[in-house]
């Protein structure tokens, strides 16, 4: 997979190196060219220059990229960068750091963005996973916005421990799409029982990701565990 990533600094440059590590072919935009030399990236492809500019996005052949990652300090660039590679080159997939969170409402399709990163956001969102056991946290905004993806952490007090995944009335737009358990990620079937300490990501769309943190959080409030699963709905919302 080919990605261009514009910004060199240190969330481009990590985000670099986690690719080169796994394979993909990697072309770094920036405009200072001292970032080479203590970037520490072998490997990488560089290009010095302006990505606002539309004759050194046609130089790094844009067009050729399977993803393009927009990771600057800066938020306007940002916004031009994904424009322009979806409207001008065509490219399929786009991501765009969103460094100040009063911007983010911009990071959407009609400036070309697929996926917005909002870095502090994800850093709070992080924080509060590590300290919020029984409470829904929004991790990314996936799709331009439409849908996020989400983590609950199960108390040990929960409701539905014991239950299967497929026995639980899901939103019927929220897909539980990954189950962490002891470090190990596990992908979850009708017939996975939901365990106390189980770290479930799922798919959803923001209208159902506010059902979702209803149905989540009433059901590990006390007094609310009974002693049977709750009943298998007509469509669980479950993909898989």
């Not at 905004?141 to 993806?149: C, E, K, P, R």
């Amino acid at each position: 997979m080919k990605v261009v990533i514009v910004g060199a600094g240190s969330v481009g440059g990590s985000i670099a190196r986690e690719l080169l590590g796994h394979g993909h072919e990697v072309l770094l935009i920036d405009l200072k060219p001292e970032v080479i030399g203590r970037s520490g990236l072998p490997g990488a492809q560089w290009l010095i220059g302006d990505a606002c500019e539309l004759s050194v996005l046609k130089e790094a052949r844009l067009n050729d990229a399977d993803v393009v990652v927009s990771a600057s300090g800066d938020d306007k660039v940002n916004l031009v960068v994904s424009l322009l590679a979806k409207t001008e080159f065509g490219v399929s997939r786009t991501v765009g750091r969103v460094n100040n969170p009063k911007n983010g409402w911009m990071f959407d399709d009609s400036w070309g963005v697929d996926v917005a990163v909002n870095t502090p956001q994800l850093m709070t969102a992080l924080v509060e996973e590590a300290v919020e056991i029984g409470d829904v946290v929004r991790l990314l905004t996936l799709q331009a916005g439409v849908s996020s993806l989400v983590e609950f952490t199960v108390p040990y007090d929960a409701a539905f421990i014991g239950a299967t995944v497929g026995a639980i009335d899901w939103p019927q737009d929220a897909s539980l799409v990954a189950i962490l358990r002891d470090q190990a990620p596990i992908t979850p079937s009708r017939d996975d029982v939901i365990e106390g300490g189980d770290e479930l990501f799922f798919v959803t769309t923001l209208a159902a990701e506010d059902e979702l943190r209803g149905l989540l959080s009433a059901a590990h409030m006390p007094g609310t565990a009974t002693e049977d699963a709750p009943a298998p709905a007509a469509d669980d919302g479950f993909d898989g």
